[in-house]
């Protein structure tokens, strides 16, 4: 599936240059002004000569302004959608509200299914499938995506590891060994405690899954799988709370291979744990 020139933007928005950004900015905001005008009216318009304008075509994939341009066309739909999914306004009703919060679910969804590859979906489960112990690791509002996804594989055959404490994912880091996989979950990227977890593993070895929005980010480039989540923002709602939704189906998906992989001994693991839970339940 062709990913969509908005979606490009958002995946490179945070490494883009200030003037870079003004031009993925106007994009975003008019495109239908700039999938129907000539590239000197919208360099001029942004006070910024038309080869910079022309280069910044070149860094989303296209071979220059007129085949951005022909793809803006034929993705008009696509960008006349994001008005759906505008800012909850002050004025809006309750219902009108949660219905705004749900679209941008809806969203994002949409948006990071769009970016799920076969390629990556089928290394990422095997590399789990095979490893001798499965980690992990998120900080802050991350943290509590990979404690959602240890609570769902400990239902799977396979030995799996988490802690809350930064600390102790540090420890738990350095003690990895090549035959171990570890699952690194951050928003931007960004987040030093998760880029410094990520380096420890590294340098023993250990295969690295990251799961992040931003796809130059400086933690997607220590991964050896990527997976890029996107969000829609809304007032009062980051990003990164919106992206969480779209994390926790990234590993929802990556769960359920797992255990059709594994087919009767993810029945048989299935089976003991609510054998337990069942025995403290009236």
Do not use: W
């Amino acid at each position: 599936m062709t990913v969509s020139i908005r979606l490009k933007i958002k995946t490179m928005y945070d490494d883009l240059s200030p003037k870079e950004q003004t031009i993925a900015d106007y994009i975003l905001e008019n495109p239908g002004k700039v999938s129907h005008s000539p590239i000197s009216n919208l360099s001029k318009e942004l006070g910024i000569a038309d080869s910079t304008f022309f280069q910044f075509t070149k860094k989303l994939g296209y071979n220059g302004f007129k085949d951005f341009k022909m793809a803006m066309l034929i993705q008009e739909n696509d960008f006349s959608a994001i008005a759906i999914h505008e800012n909850v306004e002050k004025n809006d009703t309750e219902l009108i509200m949660a219905q705004k919060v749900f679209e941008s679910n809806i969203s994002t969804l949409h948006d990071t299914k769009k970016l799920l590859q076969q390629d990556d979906l089928k290394k990422a489960a095997s590399v789990i499938n095979h490893s001798e112990r499965l980690y992990f690791f998120g900080v802050g509002g991350s943290e509590i995506v990979a404690t959602d996804a240890y609570h769902k594989f400990l239902r799977s055959p396979i030995a799996v590891f988490h802690s809350s404490d930064y600390h102790i994912q540090l420890m738990e880091a350095a003690l990895l060994t090549k035959k171990d996989c570890a699952i690194l979950i951050s928003h931007t990227g960004r987040s030093k405690e998760t880029i410094h977890i990520a380096e420890t593993i590294k340098k023993v070895g250990a295969t690295i899954i990251v799961i992040t929005s931003q796809s130059s980010s400086p933690l997607a480039k220590l991964g050896d799988i990527v997976f890029l989540s996107i969000s829609e923002e809304t007032e009062f709602r980051s990003e990164a709370l919106a992206s969480r939704i779209s994390q926790l189906s990234i590993l929802d998906s990556l769960y359920v291979i797992l255990m059709f992989y594994n087919e009767k001994e993810s029945r048989r693991s299935i089976s003991k744990v609510r054998k337990t839970i069942a025995e403290i339940k009236e």
